[in-house]
């Protein structure tokens, strides 16, 4: 039990366009939802917090007007990149957190963005 | 300021050895801290979680120790396979309801 899924798993688009990442818990309801970014050989860093049926709330630095995130259902949360940049090109992973848990989070397969 | 070190960022062993990992934290106080393991192109696993008030947790050939006076919390692997090379990763939380901060990962090659 406890699985994540994203789509996609590997995304290429051209510089200035929106990209929709989704992540999905399967067979459990998550209250919240993390987004991270990961680097090359680097750590994950919370881009943001993402509460069913309320506003995200993003880490300091994290733009909220490139990384709009909705969280409209228990099961449910996008990250859409919006105007993407080669410099946004890295791996995104989501996290949700069982309702009811603050201390357990199953994590999905990321999504590797490749902005040409 | 904050921060959370692993001692190494790649270490290699021979097939059988027992793996080593450290997790040092600076200016937190974690109620539990966590271990995940990641391979490449992939999200993080989780492994093990251990509480403050706990000095020892196990799992298969899995051992973590959580020393909150030392600010460090110890992993190991025993009899280890090239199948457990991988990224491993330490995580504590920041404070109830919210999220986890994340360490840097030690990249384990266990050679044959």
């Known amino acids: 039990g406890a699985v994540v899924s994203q789509h996609p798993s590997r995304v290429i688009c051209k510089s200035g366009t929106s990209v929709k990442i989704e992540c999905r818990s399967l067979?459990?309801?998550?209250?919240?939802m993390f987004w991270y970014r990961q680097f090359p050989k680097k750590s994950l860093m919370l881009m943001a917090t993402s509460n069913e049926g309320s506003k995200a709330t993003y880490e300091q630095g994290v733009e909220k007007d490139k990384f709009l995130i909705n969280h409209a259902s228990l099961t449910l949360s996008t990250l859409t990149v919006t105007s993407a940049h080669p410099e946004d090109s890295s791996f995104y992973i989501c996290?949700?957190?069982?309702?009811?848990?603050?201390?357990?989070?199953?994590f999905g397969p990321g999504t590797r963005l490749t902005v040409l | 300021s904050q921060k959370i070190e692993q001692n190494s960022e790649a270490l290699n062993i021979q097939e059988g050895k027992t793996a080593t990992l450290t997790c040092n934290y600076t200016?937190?106080?974690?109620?539990?801290l966590q271990w995940y393991r990641q391979d490449p192109g992939r999200g993080p696993v989780f492994l093990l979680l251990i509480r403050e008030n706990e000095k020892e947790k196990r799992k298969e050939r899995l051992k973590v120790t959580f020393d909150t006076t030392l600010k460090q919390s110890l992993f190991h692997i025993t009899a280890s396979q090239p199948a457990d090379s991988a990224t491993y990763l330490c995580?504590?939380?920041?404070?109830?309801?919210?999220?986890?901060?994340f360490g840097p990962g030690t990249r384990l090659s266990v050679l044959p």
């Open positions: 067979d459990f309801q998550a209250t919240t």
């Open positions: 995580a504590l939380d920041r404070g109830y309801g919210q999220n986890f901060v």
């Open positions: 200016n937190y106080s974690p109620a539990y």
């Open positions: 996290s949700a957190r069982l309702a009811g848990y603050t201390d357990t989070q199953y």
